[in-house]
């Protein structure tokens, strides 16, 4: 079974930065495009970053020049670097495998909260 376990939200202040983790097991994620999303109260759910399997990446536009996606195959493990971190980056933050040509399920890690105070 797929599970993807993320780390490292907290509370930072304004302009500040944070390193999220997700680690996944039950499955190698390099054949996989791995995302970031992320939800604030009372808004819907949105994409953040994805990053292929070859390694290019996509940036919703808010984040952009803010945040970096990677991954490290050999970890199994797929990052999400936040700086310049604003209020508006306040969210619950979810790692995912993305749907492939023979797998059509996406798998959902259970979040963590990142909290930037102004």
């Known amino acids: 079974q797929v599970q993807l376990v993320e780390s490292g939200g907290g509370l930072v202040q304004a302009g500040g930065s944070l390193r999220l983790s997700c680690a996944a097991s039950g499955s190698i994620i390099s054949s996989y495009t791995m995302g970031w999303y992320r939800q604030a109260p009372g808004k819907q759910r949105e994409l953040v970053a994805t990053i292929t399997s070859a390694g290019s990446t996509n940036y919703v536009d808010s984040v952009k020049g803010r945040f970096t996606i990677a991954r490290d195959n050999a970890k199994n493990t797929v990052y999400l670097q936040m700086s310049r971190l604003k209020s508006e980056d306040t969210a619950v933050y979810y790692c995912?495998?993305?749907?492939?040509?023979?797998?059509?399920?996406?798998?959902w890690g259970q979040g963590t909260q990142v909290t930037v105070s102004s």
């Open positions: 995912t495998r993305e749907r492939s040509s023979w797998d059509s399920r996406v798998y």
